[in-house]
């Protein structure tokens, strides 16, 4: 069950607001008067609603445009002659199908408005295009925009100049439409010339449409990932992100998802730098700028409502992450991070006070909001910046948010549901001191030009405008004319236009170089020549002195594309590889570090080794980027650190000693014992080398073809130490669990019977780790002993017993006969462990399993579920209800701070019925969110493991399991993997909870905040 964010509040009239003037709103955020949520079924007037605003001070509000012009708004964009581009998805929440899904009169269309009067209000508005289904997004481009709707990418092209769409071309195919709150949006093009594309969660798998993108057949999983394409053919790919409704790419080209309970996440990896890390997949390469989830807090003037109220003045609809780098408002909020929460009618900020690797941030205004309003109606969805460097805020507003796939079966069909179908506002914000409201100038002493008349050389001049839709306006038409001068020189020369393009931007980079003001315009005019195939290694060598540290980044990623890999290139690369800045080391460790052949080791060591400087967190991201670099200097860069650290363990190598464990790569081990005399060092190399290689389930033994005799000496003797240790009762018992943890490497006969006398002497402090020892020996005998002592163990032994009995191939049998014997009653195992063997992949073990535990089924009997019903009248016992929750529920969920966050959040269900909550537990599979799909993985030794996919790309599956264990299997070790399409949730409670115990669950779950 997922965590809502709707709100039941106020209505739409249709009504056409008179223009007489621009309404403004100057009210400091506060708490002075009450939501304006009662007693209306209208929309407030403009102004109304612009006085229920509240503002921080310095800073007012303007009113751009709203109904007629606009309805149901949720994107924006300026083009070069500043006309705003409006996206409106008027079929919200939902869409008319007919019985084959088709769409049927879909209202969805881009609008163009202008101010032809110059006052700021935009009273004109063009029809551009119409009939879309659910658009979400546009990136203008020559004469028409590229349009994202539900399942495609497509082209919307004005080919006469007339401001209507004459000619719609689908580029790519394949996004999910499982829910319209999960599509794809926000193309953008970056600073890299290419166009991103936010997956919206669900991804797809992609299909070229168009022949441009066809010169090889293919297609693009997007699961966990986002889209990115070349908008006039050729690359098309997968790239980080799977942001949900937002993206943003800063002026240092740093990449920024969110999703509903993450307002701003900074993704520090591209897809194709981890992969030399599978142990650390490329969801796990990102980190709040904002915080995120419980960490959250929110100031909303409105009676946000939320369906958890463990979620209340939390984000819960965070999207359109966003950050101010342009020149009206630098001042005031320069550099600020901005999300909206259209749920609480608020726009929240964090401030930049530290502008590093990652950037260190602080709430621009303690217990308020930057923006935030008493009108419930007021839903902002989306940020931007215009050609006047005023902050634009895009307002869909309406009376309902939340989409009804997330709310009750009872709320779904409510009037409120479609109001505000009407209605759209879009607002400005500016400073309260200055009295213009013509989005046509700006605070700037440098002016804009006139695009429709600019030379290649005013547009590149403009790269290094204050303003950023100048930058990056003047960026895309020198795009623009370098893909018409190359569509040219398919068929003549390359054209002059081409050469003026160049020779344009080589101007600006030659007056700027050394210029840190003037990072922007290096970074874009960098990365225009590289796009135009005229970068050169000394334009590179020239800016890799600039002291801002954003252009050497951008120059640390641009000579990993160089081919010119010449003495020259080499001394750049030297450079720039002992950086003082630590995101110029990292970039460093992730494009040139990482690459293939390997840089010499001296170079990535140089950029490995932390700086006074470096905090706490950059020394942790510079560790996770070294653990990337090729398996060839990993000895020696190992043998370098090792020498130059002091007696302590190093936290620097602890990732790249992990990946080389799991991907046994001993002579890395022995050659780190080798290059110091340390115990602490040898110590914990020893350790992570050896977690590395628990996590790939290997073992000494098969790897032992790989040593000599001197190395295997040295491994007797560490694994000696170990046993040593595991059997000493004085030593600390978390040395000895270390030990034994470590010794399940091994499986030696001597070992064996070391984890064999620990589980016949009942050694419960020890039990767990010989247990999971015992699994690798795979003794149908052990897993006799072991089924016969289950029922007799506390619960945490209980359960990881259980567990290896399960995912054990050769002892599942003895778990079969003891509960065939009632040696264990059929009551001590859980629905989910039951369904494990129902659906066990071997046919022999289901089918035993069917026969022990076919009591009725759900759908069996009416009377059964009638049963349940009846029990729920009377009162729970809330004592037992938590007991039994901590019994069958708390692997997968999380109440109270007991359990573990691996399903969906069940922590506040205040507005589920008893009645939702008896079908969600006995009928799991009658709804399911896809992304808690049971995946079933079957290892080559006969291993079975389930859980949640997390990442299933490369040459490894992460899978997400019971408890919130994470587990990485390399591909070569996978016999199957299976999605069920069944829920993570076990079916079959009714055969483990009887209809009062059922009731005391739900009891518990519903009410454990106020018992």
């Not at 005399?677 to 073809?705: I, K, N, P, Y």
Request: net charge negative.
């Amino acid at each position: 069950m997922r965590s809502l964010k709707y709100l039941l509040l106020g209505t739409l009239a249709t009504l056409c607001w008179p223009h007489l003037a621009p309404p403004v709103c100057g009210q400091p955020a506060g708490r002075a008067s009450a939501p304006l949520t009662l007693g209306r079924d209208h929309p407030l007037t403009p102004a109304e609603s612009l006085q229920a605003m509240a503002i921080i001070p310095g800073l007012r509000v303007e009113l751009v445009a709203c109904e007629p012009q606009v309805v149901d708004p949720i994107a924006i964009q300026f083009d070069e002659r500043r006309r705003l581009w409006v996206v409106e998805m008027r079929d919200y929440p939902s869409i008319e199908v007919d019985a084959d899904g088709i769409s049927v009169n879909p209202q969805g269309r881009i609008r163009i408005l202008t101010d032809s009067d110059g006052d700021g209000f935009f009273e004109t508005a063009q029809l551009f295009a119409d009939q879309l289904v659910f658009p979400t997004g546009i990136q203008i481009l020559e004469q028409g925009v590229i349009v994202t709707m539900a399942g495609q990418v497509a082209f919307l092209e004005d080919v006469d100049g007339d401001g209507e769409c004459d000619r719609r071309t689908t580029w790519f195919t394949g996004f999910s439409t499982s829910n319209e709150q999960l599509l794809a949006n926000h193309p953008t093009l970056t600073i890299e010339n290419t166009i991103h594309v936010a997956s919206g969660l669900r991804g797809g798998t992609i299909e070229a449409v168009d022949q441009r993108w066809q010169a090889t057949p293919q297609t693009v999983n997007l699961s966990q990932r986002d889209f990115d394409f070349y908008p006039w053919g050729g690359q098309w790919r997968s790239v980080a992100g799977n942001s949900q409704y937002g993206f943003y790419q800063d002026e240092a080209g740093r990449r920024y998802v969110c999703s509903n309970r993450n307002p701003c996440d900074l993704l520090l990896a591209a897809a194709d730098h981890v992969a030399n890390n599978p142990l650390q997949p490329l969801a796990q390469w990102r980190t709040t700028i904002m915080p995120a989830a419980e960490a959250s807090q929110v100031f909303p003037l409105v009676d946000a409502w939320t369906t958890s109220n463990l979620h209340a003045g939390q984000f819960t609809a965070a999207c359109s992450v966003y950050r101010y780098e342009s020149d009206r408002l630098q001042e005031q909020i320069g550099n600020s991070y901005f999300a909206c929460e259209p749920t609480g009618s608020l726009v929240q900020r964090y401030a930049t006070v530290r502008d590093g690797l990652v950037p260190q941030t602080v709430r621009g205004e303690p217990n308020r909001e930057f923006l935030a309003s008493r009108d419930s109606w007021f839903r902002p969805v989306c940020l931007t910046d215009g050609p006047d460097g005023a902050l634009y805020v895009v307002d869909m507003h309406r009376a309902v948010i939340e989409h009804p796939a997330w709310m009750p079966d009872e709320l779904r069909e409510r009037a409120d549901m479609r109001w505000g179908n009407q209605a759209g506002r879009i607002y400005r914000i500016v400073s309260a001191a200055n009295a213009t409201t013509d989005c046509t100038t700006t605070d700037n002493s440098l002016s804009q030009p006139d695009f429709k008349n600019a030379t290649e050389q005013i547009l590149a001049a403009t790269l290094a405008h204050p303003n950023r839709w100048a930058r990056t306006t003047a960026a895309r038409l020198l795009l623009q004319q370098l893909h018409a001068a190359n569509a040219q020189a398919d068929s003549a020369p390359i054209t002059d236009q081409h050469d003026r393009v160049v020779q344009a931007l080589r101007s600006n980079l030659e007056q700027r170089t050394q210029r840190a003001s003037d990072s922007p315009s290096l970074v874009r005019t960098l990365w225009l020549l590289q796009t135009a195939g005229a970068l050169k290694l000394p334009d590179l060598a020239a800016v890799a002195s600039n002291s801002d540290p954003v252009v050497r980044c951008q120059v640390v990623r641009l000579l990993a594309q160089q081919l010119d890999r010449s003495a020259a290139w080499a001394t750049v690369v030297e450079q720039l590889a002992s950086d003082a800045s630590a995101a110029v080391r990292y970039q460093w460790l992730l494009d040139l570090g990482s690459g293939t052949p390997a840089l010499p080791a001296s170079l990535i060591t140089a950029a490995a080794t932390a700086q006074g400087t470096d905090s706490a967190t950059e020394r942790m991201w510079l560790a996770a980027a070294l653990a990337l670099i090729p398996d060839e200097v990993v000895v020696e860069v190992s043998e370098r650190l090792v020498r130059d650290a002091a007696d302590a363990p190093l936290p620097m190598l602890k990732p790249l000693w992990q990946r080389c464990g799991w991907q046994g790569q001993t002579n890395v081990l022995f050659a780190a014992l080798r290059a110091t005399t340390s115990v602490h060092l040898r110590a914990d190399a020893w350790d992570q080398f050896c977690e590395g290689m628990l996590l790939a389930e290997r073992s000494w033994q098969s790897v032992a073809d790989d040593l000599d005799e001197h190395q295997l000496g040295w491994l007797r003797a560490l694994t000696g130490k170990d046993l040593e240790l595991a059997s000493n009762e004085q030593a600390p018992m978390q040395q000895r669990l270390a030990a034994l943890r470590r010794l399940q490497l091994d499986r030696s006969q001597v070992t064996g019977q070391l984890f064999r006398r620990i589980i016949t002497a009942r050694s419960l402090a020890n039990w767990n780790p010989a247990v999971q020892g015992l699994v690798n020996y795979a003794d149908p005998s052990d897993g006799a002993q072991l089924a016969a002592a289950l029922s007799g163990l506390p619960p945490a032994q209980f359960s990881t017993t259980l567990q290896a009995l399960l995912r054990t191939r050769a002892w599942t049998p003895a778990l079969l006969d003891a509960l065939a014997s009632q040696q264990i009653p059929l009551g001590v195992i859980d629905a989910g462990s039951w369904e494990k063997l129902r659906n066990h992949p071997d046919a022999t073990i289901a089918e035993r399993a069917q026969q022990l535990n076919s009591g009725p089924q759900l759908a069996e009997t009416s009377e059964l579920m009638q049963l349940y019903r009846s029990a729920l009248r009377d009162a729970p016992q809330m004592a037992s209800g938590k007991q039994l929750f901590l019994k069958h529920c708390a692997t997968c969920h999380r109440i109270d701070g007991q359990g573990v966050a691996v399903g969906p959040d069940i922590s506040d269900m205040r507005t589920a019925t008893l009645e939702q909550l008896l079908v969600a537990v006995l009928d799991p599979n009658r709804a399911i969110d896809a992304a808690y799909f049971r995946y079933v993985l079957v290892t080559v030794d006969g291993k079975v493991l389930e859980g949640l996919l997390e990442e299933g790309q490369g040459d490894s599956v992460t899978l997400l399991m019971q408890e919130g264990q994470r587990q990485t299997i390399p591909r070569e070790r996978i016999e199957t993997l299976k999605a069920t399409g069944t829920s993570l949730m076990p079916t079959g409670f009714q055969q483990q909870l009887t209809p009062e115990q059922l009731r005391d669950v739900i009891g518990y779950v519903k009410g454990w905040r106020y018992r």
